[in-house]
């Protein structure tokens, strides 16, 4: 009886795995809206249904096949597409597949007889397979045979592939009379392979090849670029290619001529073991290892591979918890932003620590591991992310203040701030006091920390791909909803400057358009400021990310040479900065693309320092060149401050009147030191650009104008030099002995020295 019930229960397991059930992938099968081929049960769907073969598809996820081997009345796999010709009534493959770096493993094809066309694709017509990893593959047929394709036709186009056969039986992968390759049977009518490779051991016979078995193209067209093979071949053939109906299709690709047994090959160049795992042997080519291709003496067998396309790495912990460590994973090597990352439950599970950074393409945290990214880590995954672990993100808060954050989670409650205050904007300040709220990506909150140097941890899934949120009129505050920071440089022309509570200081600061005591790189977790005209919706996407500046919360300082930078500075070392640039291409008037509005500080002990452009007070300014801008100041206490220029930009001098004491100060020559009283006039400061004290008096005998083009001095004097400077005092050419020069093309206002004989002065000029 226990014997016929285990007989039952193999019958009903292999009757189960023989019948394969047929599920139809979610999509339409356009090229907008592809079918999308997520399981084993997709792929058999997509071999039964011929008149589907004309379509869009892509893959979503690896797919074990291993199933296949019983499929057909242990025929195996089910070729896609098959010649018209053979058998009768076929139907060649002419859509798209695209394996979007995704593996196939196990394909298991055994067909006897006079089988033609085997291999995952049968027979192709003006087809593309691209970005497609096939692993321990095992195709056996009599002709027109390979692991991804029997025959590819008719402009077909095949980059990015690779198959690798049986590792452990010791027999042929790809067997079959004639036309074998380790990849493609046949390649004919124009079609052509590209950065593929093949490490498959073939038998093939006639005309067989370690990538390619027959390489039919037409004249001086290349048909195979960048591609390699590694298997051993037996039968009459070539290393790479096994025959080539013209000379010199084959461009840049190599077979390794000790482990395929060939020293010729028709088409290709062979390669010792060492020189194939050589990346000078590729690069030298002119192959690309920084967007297509990878090299690792670990990996691979220490062979290219192509970035992105089966490339699985898996961490192992064996040295650490430093995710940069490269022994910490299988394949001894730090994943990039192509490769595939499983997190594997180990005793040393990941960390990616403060100002350290992580890139994968797909993550897969497995049952049991946890993924922790530091307060000031950074990661960006570019693919999907499987969690059936643990993720956390944790986020430090180093006094009590309030901060501004976000979540970078899709599910944070308001009770992993138990104990502590949390509040969202709304025209105001609202206070969340239900515990159950939960976060919205992409929205700012402001936490007040009760303790001091407390961290914060976000688990649960990382918010990845496009994001957004509703914008009303007036001030909203947003956040960044990834773990990684996003580059403001990017956004800018949408949605003008960006502003951030910097806790630290009890100031406000702002960026825009390269300038600002604000930082680009908005952090992790930070949440920020903007100012919107109308209502409408804030979006980011994937591309917005970067690892610059993760761990530069709240500041930095301008990058740009040509920027007046001011800052004041209290007896307490608070200080506040403003911003100027003389820009022909600004207005006089709030710039939305090159302004920033000033966001005043509510702490009394804070200076605050500004500009006016009408009516509006701005903590960046650019306008065009002017003679002077009145300049704000204001504190809550009265005190002694000190203003100074960090930068001057190309502006050699740069004068500040003190309306109160009537003094003229040039900043290019050092500090000025002012006492202030509470309550004083905010005006109190100009700014000029070089030419207060200038004599614009003319000597009697002396006039100065323009005429054709040209600047000139009239006078009865002898004229010795004439030099001529731009407002910020910058200059432009110097003339000895004339008295006319070339008037600047462009307008502006422009100072004119003149020094004759018997006077010395220095003139403005005004050029319209």
Same mark, same amino acid.
């Given at each position: 009886?226990?014997?016929?019930?285990?007989?039952?229960?193999?019958?009903?397991?292999?009757?189960?795995?023989?019948?394969? !059930?047929?599920?139809?992938?979610?999509?339409?099968?356009?090229?907008?809206?592809?079918?999308?081929?997520?399981?084993?049960?997709?792929?058999?769907?997509?071999?039964?249904?011929?008149n589907e073969w004309d379509k869009y598809y892509v893959q979503t996820s690896d797919i074990n096949a291993t199933t296949s081997t019983y499929w057909d009345d242990g025929d195996g796999f089910t070729p896609i597409g098959s010649n018209p010709g053979w058998p009768t009534n076929g139907v060649a493959f002419t859509g798209v597949y695209d394996g979007q770096g995704h593996v196939i493993d196990n394909i298991d094809i055994y067909r006897s007889g006079y089988s033609?066309?085997?291999?995952?694709?049968?027979?192709?017509?003006?087809? !593309?397979?691209?970005?497609?990893?096939?692993?321990?593959?095992?195709v056996f047929g009599y002709r027109y045979i390979g692991a991804l394709a029997g025959v590819c036709t008719n402009s077909t186009v095949v980059e990015n592939c690779f198959s690798t056969g049986y590792t452990d039986?010791?027999?042929? @992968?790809?067997?079959?009379?004639?036309?074998?390759?380790?990849? =493609?049977?046949?390649?004919?009518?124009?079609?052509?392979?590209?950065?593929?490779?093949?490490?498959?051991?073939?038998?093939?016979?006639?005309?067989?090849?370690?990538?390619?078995?027959?390489?039919?193209?037409?004249?001086?067209?290349?048909?195979?670029?960048?591609?390699?093979s590694t298997g051993d071949v037996n039968g009459s053939g070539g290393g790479l290619i096994g025959w080539s109906n013209y000379d010199g299709i084959v461009e840049n690709s190599f077979w390794d001529t000790e482990t395929s047994g060939k020293s010729s090959s028709d088409g290709g160049a062979g390669k010792t073991t060492n020189e194939m795992q050589a990346q000078s042997t590729f690069t030298e080519a002119g192959w690309d290892f920084e967007n297509v291709w990878s090299i690792s003496a670990t990996y691979n067998s220490g062979y290219p591979y192509l970035q992105g396309v089966g490339t699985n790495?898996?961490?192992?912990?064996?040295?650490?918890?430093?995710?940069?460590?490269?022994?910490?994973?299988?394949?001894? @090597?730090?994943?990039?932003?192509?490769?595939?990352v499983i997190i594997a439950s180990s005793g040393n599970n990941p960390i990616i620590g403060s100002d350290d950074t992580g890139d994968c393409n797909d993550l897969t945290i497995e049952n049991g591991a946890t993924l922790t990214i530091n307060s000031g880590g950074s990661l960006i995954t570019n693919g999907a992310i499987t969690n059936n672990g643990t993720i956390n993100v944790e986020r430090s808060i180093s006094d009590d203040e309030w901060h501004l954050i976000s979540s970078p989670i899709s599910s944070a409650a308001a009770d992993m701030f138990d104990g502590n205050y949390l509040q969202y904007y709304d025209n105001g300040w609202v206070d969340i006091t239900d515990p159950a709220v939960t976060m919205t990506p992409a929205k700012g909150y402001?936490?007040?920390?009760?303790?001091?140097?407390?961290?914060?941890?976000?688990?649960?899934?990382?918010?990845?791909?496009?994001?957004?949120?509703?914008?009303?009129?007036?001030?909203?505050?947003?956040?960044?909803?990834?773990?990684?920071?996003?580059?403001?440089?990017?956004?800018?022309?949408?949605?003008?400057?960006?502003?951030?509570?910097?806790?630290?200081?009890?100031n406000n600061k702002s960026w825009n358009a390269g300038v600002g005591a604000g930082s680009q790189y908005v952090p992790a977790m930070q949440g920020f400021w903007i100012k919107a005209t109308t209502a409408g919706t804030f979006s980011l996407t994937n591309d917005n990310r970067t690892h610059s500046g993760s761990t530069n919360y709240y500041k930095a300082g301008s990058e740009l040479s040509n920027i007046i930078e001011l800052q004041v500075t209290a007896e307490n070392d608070y200080f506040d900065q403003l911003f100027i640039s003389l820009n022909e291409a600004a207005t006089s008037d709030f710039d939305f693309h090159y302004d920033a509005y000033k966001l005043f500080t509510s702490r009394d002990d804070v200076p605050q320092l500004y500009s006016f452009a009408d009516s509006k007070v701005l903590s960046i300014d650019r306008?065009?060149?002017?003679?002077?801008?009145?300049?704000?100041?204001?504190?809550?206490?009265?005190?002694?401050?000190?203003?100074?220029?960090?930068?001057?930009?190309?502006?050699?001098?740069?004068?500040?009147?003190?309306?109160?004491?009537? =003094?003229?100060?040039?900043?290019? !020559?050092g500090d000025y030191v002012f006492n202030y009283e509470f309550g004083e006039d905010e005006k109190r400061?100009?700014?000029?650009?070089?030419i207060t004290?200038?004599?614009?008096?003319?000597?009697?005998?002396?006039?100065?104008?323009?005429?054709?083009?040209?600047?000139?001095?009239?006078?009865?004097?002898?004229?010795?030099?004439?030099?001529?400077r731009d407002v910020t005092g910058r200059t432009l050419g110097c003339w000895e002995k004339m008295q006319s020069i070339p008037a600047p093309k462009t307008a502006g206002i422009f100072l004119l020295s003149i020094e004759t004989n018997t006077n010395q002065l220095t003139k403005k000029i005004i050029i319209k």
């Open positions: 009886m226990k014997n016929t019930i285990i007989l039952l229960f193999f019958l009903t397991v292999f009757s189960q795995i023989k019948s394969q !059930t047929a599920i139809q992938p979610l999509g339409s099968g356009t090229e907008a809206d592809p079918y999308k081929i997520e399981s084993l049960n997709n792929l058999y769907w997509l071999t039964q249904n011929s033609y066309y085997q291999g995952m694709f049968g027979y192709t017509s003006g087809a !593309t397979l691209r970005n497609i990893g096939l692993t321990n593959i095992g039986y010791g027999i042929e @992968a790809v067997r079959g009379t004639s036309y074998v390759g380790g990849l =493609i049977g046949q390649l004919t009518f124009s079609s052509i392979v590209r950065n593929c490779y093949a490490q498959t051991s073939i038998n093939g016979g006639g005309n067989s090849g370690g990538l390619i078995g027959v390489n039919e193209s037409v004249p001086n067209v290349y048909s195979v670029i960048n591609c390699y790495f898996t961490w192992d912990g064996s040295v650490s918890t430093d995710w940069e460590t490269a022994g910490n994973w299988d394949s001894d @090597a730090v994943p990039t932003s192509t490769d595939n402001s936490l007040w920390s009760v303790a001091k140097s407390t961290t914060f941890t976000f688990s649960g899934d990382l918010n990845t791909g496009d994001q957004s949120l509703n914008t009303a009129v007036g001030w909203n505050l947003l956040g960044n909803p990834y773990p990684s920071p996003i580059d403001w440089a990017q956004l800018d022309d949408t949605y003008g400057a960006v502003y951030y509570w910097d806790a630290a200081e009890g306008r065009p060149v002017c003679e002077e801008i009145q300049l704000g100041f204001r504190c809550g206490e009265s005190g002694e401050y000190t203003l100074k220029a960090n930068d001057l930009g190309d502006i050699s001098v740069l004068i500040l009147e003190d309306a109160k004491t009537d =003094i003229f100060h040039d900043l290019a !020559t400061f100009k700014l000029h650009f070089g004290g200038t004599n614009e008096a003319e000597p009697v005998d002396m006039q100065v104008y323009t005429a054709g083009g040209e600047i000139r001095v009239k006078t009865q004097a002898t004229v010795n030099q004439l030099i001529l």
